[in-house]
């Protein structure tokens, strides 16, 4: 009869350990700190690329990235379920910071969702060019794009 408890007790830190392991699933990894806002990404996000951001007061925002042509061209912003959205202020603040470092967000989205890079937190104390250089991102955004999705390499017809 006693092997009952022992059976019993093992399952329970079974369940136990699957929480356990579901919870670390759903860690939001930091990319970025700037003023009052901690931007991060969740664990096992989906496309578009889009970023969660929070502040002090637990409010919370996802930022959703409309990119074409390796260019930011929209930026929509979302309620997080179970969260009061961020302020018009805010938004705005975020949505600036989002638009001067587009590239680098896009850049550790691909490293920790594809190539599954860890990712350090970066600390901004505040944001030294707001004009964004088009060219410079285009560039950036083609040689990502080169990096991920590489062309397949020419194979010459066999000759008979």
């Known amino acids: 009869m006693e092997y009952r408890h022992y059976i019993g007790f093992f399952l329970y830190l079974c369940r136990k350990l ?3 392991c579901n919870i670390k699933k759903n860690i939001m990894p930091q990319i970025f700190r700037y003023l009052k806002f901690i ?5 096992n996000e989906h496309m578009p690329p889009h970023v969660h951001v ?21 930026i929509k912003v979302r309620q997080k379920a179970g969260y009061k959205p961020l302020s018009e202020k805010s ?16 850049t550790k989205w691909f490293e920790y969702f594809v190539l599954r ?11 030294e060019n707001l004009t964004i250089d088009t060219e410079k991102l285009v560039n950036e955004m083609q040689n990502l794009n080169k990096k991920f999705y590489p062309k397949p390499k ?3 017809p066999k000759k008979k």
């Open 54 to 74: 929070s502040d002090e007061n637990d409010h919370q925002s996802i930022f959703d990235l409309i990119i074409t042509d390796g260019l930011l061209v929209d």
């Open 91 to 106: 938004q705005g603040i975020v949505k600036t910071f989002v638009y001067a470092y587009y590239a680098q967000i896009v």
């Open 39 to 43: 931007f991060s990404f969740l664990s």
């Open 117 to 127: 890079k860890s990712i350090k937190p970066e600390t901004i104390k505040k944001l």
């Open 18 to 20: 699957r929480y356990l």
């Open 154 to 156: 020419q194979t010459k």
